[in-house]
């Protein structure tokens, strides 16, 4: 069970902090990168009772994939606008336990997806999963990470999306010991013209011969209700 460790240490390690209030960029200078991912009223268009829905597929050479889901519903809403969420990401044996959510105003499946991804790196490799984290933090911290304007679709319509893409371990001096994994990516892409904010997250990590990824994991927008 990940439970405060989620919380408190991934939302640490890699942000600081996807509940963080306005208070926390006082305190610290947060990248764009940063600022839109973990300090971002991202549930404002989500009232209570509200739900989205992700379908996530896990594919690449290097073993079998797989197709599951992840949801965020919104409980109660504080008078501060903070909203305690019931979140499912994936489900067994893929999933993630974890303690409930409250009084968020980031939407919290950015965090797991990243926290899985992490534990992913970890199977995968034998390394440590606090090197991993550290380096996706490092990345979004720099303050030349890429953020770029795009396009996504919803609901039948092109609405304008930012997206956040990061290379951690590119040429990063222990990557050595995971080589294949150094060009790994990972692209975020968030709309305010959703509900949650958070429209996809992708982590890819390209095959050295120009072949099929060796890993593929994508976590994408698929409804809401209201």
Excluded: C
Excluded at 33 to 58: E, I
Excluded at 98 to 127: A, C, H, I, S, Y
């Amino acid at each position: 069970m990940i439970g405060t460790r989620v919380r408190r240490g991934l939302a640490a390690a890699i942000v600081v902090g996807v509940a963080a209030t306005g208070a926390l960029a006082a305190a610290n200078e947060l990248t764009q990168a940063q600022t839109l991912l973990f300090d971002t009223d991202q549930l404002k268009n989500m009232p209570q009772a509200a739900t989205v829905r992700y379908r996530f597929h896990k594919d690449g050479a290097l073993e079998p994939g797989f197709d599951d889901a992840a949801e965020l519903t919104v409980g109660a809403v504080g008078p501060d606008g903070r909203r305690d969420l019931d979140v499912r990401f994936l489900t067994p044996p893929h999933g993630l336990d974890f303690e409930p959510f409250k009084q968020f105003r980031g939407n919290p499946l950015v965090m797991l997806f990243l926290e899985r991804d992490v534990r992913e790196m970890k199977r995968l490799t034998g390394g440590s999963d606090l090197y991993f984290r550290n380096r996706i933090r490092h990345a979004l911290a720099r303050p030349d990470t890429e953020v770029r304007p795009v396009t996504v679709e919803w609901q039948g319509s092109k609405v304008p999306a930012t997206e956040v893409v990061i290379h951690p371990y590119v040429a990063d001096e222990l990557i050595e010991r995971y080589r294949k994994f150094e060009h790994k990516e990972y692209r975020i892409t968030v709309s305010e013209a959703v509900p949650g904010m958070l429209y996809a997250a992708r982590a890819v990590t390209p095959a050295a011969d120009g072949g099929p990824p060796l890993t593929d994991d994508r976590m994408i927008l698929e409804g809401a209700a209201p």
